[in-house]
């Protein structure tokens, strides 16, 4: 009886994550003119009307180049910190290893308000206080998942590099990052999805005229959601479902992310 | 790169957190002890006033106690809810499904946190999937209220932290050596016994981890609580969330920014404490 219940009620859970983002995906192609699902009729128009919104496509924008410009700093700062943190011996190694694991365990909404006091002294209130904010962000995953990767190489290799008379950046070039780079690259695509669809940080600190997407839908589902804000949910949905196809295919998420 | 250890590697990341949160956060510290004047927001002084307010008025005490709730019973749900999940991903040996289940369960982490919303307030608003499906079976004359309640931000928030619950949960099972299962089965155990006395005992560190990040997510959460409550539904969050961008009053953001910090402190603290000496009776038992 057991070996049946329980693939049913973790059936149950599956569908019931699922149905929802399929029930968006339905609702963006309704004829209506409100919201519905299941959808009356078939129709693109919302696309459409999605794609000539200035605001709907200026935040996509905003949240492309931000998450684009914020991963690829934090995988700079990242991976060379995981580089230091992977020593056994390092100085301070755990002080400062839960030291940039510490934006994942401070409540967001207060990471958020302190954004908002510091970078409105600081004039930061456009889109390089929303790049500063989101490397914070985005800085404990690569750190993550560069320190996992590193754990399980071989520390030979590299030693008989240096050995032989390479210099560290030369070990570092030739031989660490080709064996830690599945480890970086699934780093770097989680954070820019953590980046992409981020809302509480970037509601804080960012003002009606360059707002990145997932904000401009939070301003507008207070009036009232209208079937293009639909439309423009499914596309995040879309894109942010085919990265993560990607990142499993390459890299497979689980291995590099939990563990 | 071994033998040196050039501390140069981790400066600028060091740096980047220090000065881009560090100080940020030591500015809320200093916010909240700071008398603002309403009309000309103007700072001054030093006062405990906030504090004070946050800790007598019932305003403030029943969005405290109110937040504490809500994040309790996502917690719980989400483990009761997750388990059957986890034991099922756990016990899957073919890796490309357990691929598949993990993904499915990092849908509702990686979509927005806006775009969850949107989709539960299609199934629970007032028009909404299961309202209509209510009204068509004639069981309901009137829309039920599920947005702009308590149970419809629960609901929402299970959704999108539970998968953090089995994930850990998970990741416990999967540690448990199958000689003990099998140990107990020779021994005569009956399947729901093996599970009740070895499966849940050793899954109970993933529970707490997990339950640790399900509660911490939740009891900071301000964008469900917005958008399913329609800003009714006041929690902590909220408050900080209104007082620092609708009314400017940024002492009492601060103040209730810190207060939160220091309830996810105590409880952290409070669950290392409990693991510790579980594991210490349980080691010290076998």
Not at chain 1, 21 to 39: C, D, K, N, Q, Y
Not at chain 1, 242 to 259: A, D, P
Request: net charge positive.
């Amino acid at each position: 009886m057991k070996l049946s219940v329980i693939p049913l009620l973790a059936w149950t859970t599956y569908a019931i994550i699922v149905v929802p983002i399929i029930m968006v995906l339905g609702a963006s192609f309704t004829e209506t003119r409100f919201i519905t699902f299941p959808p009356a009729g078939f129709t693109l128009d919302w696309y459409s009307a999605a794609i000539a919104d200035r605001a709907l496509m200026g935040g996509l924008w905003l949240s492309t180049t931000v998450a684009l410009a914020s991963v690829l700093i934090s995988v700079c700062l990242g991976t060379a910190a995981a580089l230091y943190l992977s020593r056994p011996r390092a100085f301070l190694r755990g002080l400062l290893s839960s030291f940039f694991l510490a934006p994942l365990n401070v409540p967001s909404v207060m990471t958020a308000f302190a954004l908002l006091l510091a970078f409105t002294q600081w004039h930061l209130i456009n889109w390089y206080g929303l790049v500063i904010a989101h490397v914070i962000l985005t800085l404990p995953y690569i750190v993550r998942s560069v320190l996992v990767s590193l754990a399980g190489q071989d520390q030979s290799i590299e030693r008989a590099a240096a050995i032989l008379g390479a210099s560290p950046f030369r070990v570092f070039w030739l031989i660490t990052l080709p064996l830690i780079r599945p480890g970086v690259l699934a780093g770097a695509t989680f954070a820019f999805l953590i980046s992409f669809n981020n809302v509480p940080v970037s509601v804080f600190i960012s003002t009606p005229g360059s707002a990145p997407l997932p904000v401009v839908l939070f301003n507008r589902m207070q009036w009232l959601a209208e079937p293009s804000v639909a439309a423009a949910a499914a596309l995040t949905i879309v894109a942010t479902i085919t990265v993560m196809l990607i990142l499993e295919q390459r890299f497979s998420i689980y291995r590099s992310m939990f563990r | 790169m071994n033998g040196r250890s050039p501390l140069t590697l981790v400066l600028p990341a060091t740096l980047w957190l220090a000065v881009a949160w560090g100080w940020p956060l030591v500015l809320v510290l200093s916010m909240s002890f700071r008398n603002m004047d309403p009309m000309t927001f103007e700072l001054s002084g030093f006062t405990l006033k906030h504090f004070r307010e946050v800790l007598t008025d019932s305003f403030y005490l029943d969005a405290i106690f109110r937040s504490l709730r809500i994040a309790t019973i996502v917690t719980i749900l989400s483990c009761v809810l997750g388990y059957p999940a986890a034991l099922h991903i756990a016990r899957t040996t073919s890796q490309r499904a357990r691929a598949a289940y993990t993904l499915i369960l990092l849908i509702p982490v990686m979509i927005s946190l806006v775009v969850t919303a949107f989709a539960w307030i299609l199934i629970l608003g007032p028009s909404g999937f299961i309202n209509r499906a209510l009204a068509s079976l004639h069981l309901t004359s009137e829309p039920l209220q599920f947005l702009n309640s308590e149970a419809g931000i629960i609901a929402v928030l299970v959704y999108s932290f539970g998968p953090y619950m089995i994930i850990n949960i998970c990741t416990a099972l999967e540690k448990i050596d199958p000689a003990i299962l099998r140990a107990a089965e020779l021994h005569g155990a009956n399947p729901r016994r093996v599970f009740a006395r070895v499966t849940l005992p050793l899954s109970f560190p993933g529970i707490l981890s997990g339950g640790l990040i399900v509660f911490s997510l939740s009891a900071a959460a301000f964008v469900t609580p917005y958008v399913i409550g329609g800003n009714r539904v006041k929690v902590v969050p909220l408050q900080i969330y209104n007082a620092a961008v609708t009314t400017f009053d940024w002492p009492m953001a601060a103040t209730l920014s810190i207060v939160l910090l220091i309830l996810s402190i105590l409880l952290t603290t409070a669950v290392a404490r409990l693991t510790e000496r579980r594991f210490a009776a349980w080691l010290g038992g076998s």
